[in-house]
């Protein structure tokens, strides 16, 4: 008959110790993993927001407008056809100072003793001298900017100006500019175009010629 052995109670219980520690060893591995995982997220997530943070925008840039101090404005040109007149400002830098305008001009009829007559501005218009694009326009000393204005002279009520208000574009200062015999019609009904610069071809070809 063949001898049957049996293994040691402490054996047995050493073996079954060791096995729950590898068990245990197992299923610590997988948490390490994802521990690692949700920290490099966590870091491009932080890194991305503050790049985008960091960016700016620039602010609009501040120009100088021109002053009618710094201004010479006078009637350089007129000319006229069947019942339209027209004449032509100059508005020149007088200072040593460049500066810039842009838009149309504000204006009013004014009467020998400076006393306001009924004016209505028209901007732009269906006339080729009044009709002109609206540009930024700067003036270095010495530089001249112009203004086209355009009205009827002959269907009342009229307005008989002797002087004529004009504010420079954006602009709440004005001067008072001599005029001969400036009669407006149809109210005091005064069509104007934005300033332009003398090389601007489109505009000066339909500017009204130099004064003799």
Known sequence: MQAVRFRPLAAIRITAAVGVVLLLAGCSTSPAKSSRSTSTSQAKSTSTSQAKASTTTTGPVSISTCQPSQLRIGVSGSGGA??????????????????????YPGMLLLDASGVALPTTVVR??????????????SLSPGESAYFNLGY????????MAS????TPPNDT??????VTSLQACNNGTL?????????NAAATETTAPPLP
Not at 152 to 159: E, I, L
Not at 173 to 178: D, T
């Open 152 to 159: 009827s002279d002959v269907t009342g009520p009229c307005s």
């Open 191 to 199: 069509t104007v175009s934005p300033v332009f610069a003398s090389s």
């Open 173 to 178: 200062a004005h001067a008072a500019v001599p």
């Open 82 to 103: 069947a019942g339209t007149i027209e004449l032509t400002f100059s508005l020149t830098n007088i200072t040593s100072v460049s500066c810039t305008m842009q838009g």
């Open 124 to 137: 732009g218009g269906s006339l080729s001298f009044e009709n002109i694009a609206v540009t930024a326009v």
């Open 163 to 166: 002087q004529v208000e004009i």
